[in-house]
């Protein structure tokens, strides 16, 4: 019998299925979509993400990303990661990177899409398969999370993102956050002359329109090489990241918002406690371990989120990072 199934194929479930192979576990993923998988994201992965990927024994080719700045057009502040750098990779890259080491590692991927659920005292039926246990992995706006009755509605109007890339020459290694008073720009370098592009914002209009918000960015661009995608509302809660022998890890669990660029380290570090759980036969144990490997993340945001959501302080959050650096330091060190 299969250990563990896996509904969905993006970088948690991926991650979930390798780490599965490493503890000796079968792993099979269901996934309808052929690789690798495009996706909004801002595409720029923090020291703590790309460390998460190495112990998988992931390694995606990309740009090294060195820090962080904040700018408003009239003032900035920058924060250099301290001791190890991250990486900007294109979604396509690291999916395909992630895809290869499972299936390296023996992980079996068939064509399909988990659409309901069937279990027991032992086991968990779904898409034709029976495994001891499920992990779902299934996005964002996460299918079974809505039918297991884990959907909580989020407080509040949700934020949007738009991402393109642009045929330009990195000016940096750092990703530069652009603030206006609509919403955030975020630039990163994802090769040698291919720059990513995605903005955020709770205004729901046409990417031009959000880039409009920032001339000065704009005007360094070169040709667009990719279409706009998006992604949103990015809010999204649940009551309980397990209900009986299924799991939920990465987004499928709930998200805050991309803010501070923690995606593919919180979908590999939930993954990882998951299987873990599993593994040692505490499954009980996940929803403490979820709680944990995510708190960091989700005071963060929250906090920063808030400052971002009221104009006044909005406009001295940038003004605030170039007054006290230290501080400002002492925040990206904590994202690492």
């Not at 090294?64 to 900035?76: A, F, N, Q, V």
């Not at 919403?183 to 729901?204: C, M, N």
């Not at 000065?216 to 809010?235: D, F, Q, W």
């Not at 940038?318 to 002492?330: E, G, K, S």
């Amino acid at each position: 019998m299969i250990d563990i199934l896996v509904a969905g194929g993006g970088p948690a479930g991926l991650a979930a299925a390798i780490r599965a192979a490493q503890a000796g576990l079968e792993a099979v993923v269901v996934e309808p979509r052929p690789a690798p998988v495009d996706k909004a994201c801002g595409e720029g992965i923090m020291p703590g993400g790309l460390a998460a990927l190495h112990r998988l024994g992931v390694h995606p080719d990309g740009h090294p990303l060195r820090g962080i700045r904040y700018t408003d057009g009239r003032r900035s502040a920058e924060a250099r990661f301290r001791g190890a750098y991250g990486l900007g990779v294109r979604r396509t890259a690291l999916h395909a990177a992630l895809h290869e080491r499972a299936r390296a590692l023996g992980v079996c991927i068939v064509e399909g899409k988990v659409r309901e659920v069937r279990q027991d005292e032992r086991t968990v039926t779904a898409a034709g398969l029976t495994a001891r246990w499920l992990i779902a992995a299934d996005g964002l706006h996460s299918p079974l999370r809505r039918a297991l009755g884990l959907d909580h509605p989020a407080p509040g109007p949700g934020r949007y993102g738009l991402r393109r890339h642009y045929r330009t020459a990195p000016w940096t290694d750092l990703v530069e956050v652009h603030w206006s008073p609509h919403g955030e720009a975020y630039v990163t370098p994802v090769g040698d002359h291919l720059v990513g592009v995605a903005v955020l914002s709770r205004d729901r209009r046409p990417y031009e329109h959000h880039l409009a918000d920032f001339p000065a960015l704009a005007a360094r661009l070169g040709p667009h090489a990719t279409p706009v995608r998006g992604a949103g509302p990015l809010r999204q809660r649940a009551r309980g990241p397990r209900a009986g022998r299924v799991l939920l890890v990465g987004d499928a669990a709930g998200y805050t918002d991309a803010l501070t660029g923690e995606g593919i380290a919180l979908a590999v570090a939930t993954a990882t406690a998951a299987v873990g759980c599993l593994a040692a036969g505490r499954p009980e144990e996940y929803p403490a371990r979820w709680a944990r490997a995510t708190r960091r993340y989700r005071l963060l945001t929250q906090a920063l989120l808030g400052a971002a959501g009221h104009p006044v302080s909005r406009r001295t959050i940038v003004t605030a990072a170039h007054r006290l650096p230290a501080l400002f330091r002492a925040a990206v060190h904590a994202l690492q």
